[in-house]
């Protein structure tokens, strides 16, 4: 199966560790568009894939019915595997939650999550669709399609993205959301929750305050479950990555890679 990647390098020696970049629900490797050259004018090798079915990678006709915790992570370790040294994984929100479970197995040399599915699941998340639009989560399991969450553009930048991003830019962005797996989603609520006392990987987790996806508490109770730290950006909606001041979030995570000596 072909899985899209997309590959950046430094114009000069690059640093030891590349980054491996893991794209969340609805997403795919196009949505670490500002990240990519900005961490190659750093220093760092990096790819950004598109899990099966997401993007230009093959099984798009099969994608309800994958497995986050199987074949999501059957993914990202060939990736990984395929890579000249060991990466350092930086996941957004569902490809954080693929990385936690890849986690229990393996190890890397450090790993960065953000707005990332919680410890606890997709419950809280639930709830908040829920509250915000049951309509939303009633065609979502009719359909059994995760789509149907975010199929009213108006909703999905209220719930996704910063109210400060332009109409132009978010509408650049929906036009890239796509389908995903029913059976993730199923995965990450209940049936196969991380189990953190598995990873033996140094992890920092970075979450927005203006998330409505996932709470701060969340993020913070995440953290405590890997014994480290949840850093917080306190006006960040959940596209991290997207935001109009993106920037931050990355000089925050070049910060703590230099600490690392990564």
């Known amino acids: 199966m072909r899985l899209e990647n997309i590959a950046w390098k430094p114009e000069g020696t690059a640093r030891p560790s590349p980054i491996l970049f893991v794209h969340g629900m609805w997403h795919a490797a196009w949505c670490w568009e500002k990240f990519q050259p900005y ?128 109409d132009a830019e978010f509408n650049q962005y929906y036009k890239h959301l796509q389908q995903d797996s029913f059976l993730a989603t199923m995965e990450a609520l209940l049936f196969r929750l991380p189990r953190p006392r598995k990873a033996k990987t140094p992890m920092l987790i970075l979450a927005g305050g203006k998330d409505r996806i996932f709470s701060v508490k969340e993020a913070q109770a995440t953290a405590r479950a890997y014994h480290t730290q949840a850093v917080v950006f306190p006006n960040m909606a959940h596209e991290m990555m997207l935001d109009p001041e993106w920037q931050k979030v990355a000089d925050e995570m070049l910060g703590w890679l230099n600490q690392r000596g990564l």
């Open 39 to 166: 961490f190659a004018a750093h220093g760092y090798e990096s790819h950004a894939m598109s899990l099966r079915g997401h993007g230009y990678s093959d099984g798009q006709d099969r994608i309800r019915w994958y497995s986050a915790a199987k074949d999501y992570v059957a993914d990202l370790d060939r990736m990984a595997k395929e890579m000249e040294h060991p990466p350092i994984l930086v996941g957004h929100s569902m490809g954080g939650y693929v990385i936690q479970k890849y986690l229990e197995t393996h190890t890397a040399p450090a790993a960065i999550l953000l707005a990332t599915i919680p410890v606890s699941g997709l419950g809280g998340a639930a709830v908040r669709f829920l509250r915000k639009s049951p309509a939303q989560l009633i065609k979502y399991a009719l359909f059994l399609d995760p789509l149907r969450l975010i199929d009213d553009p108006k909703l999905a930048k209220e719930m996704l993205f910063s109210p400060t991003l332009s």
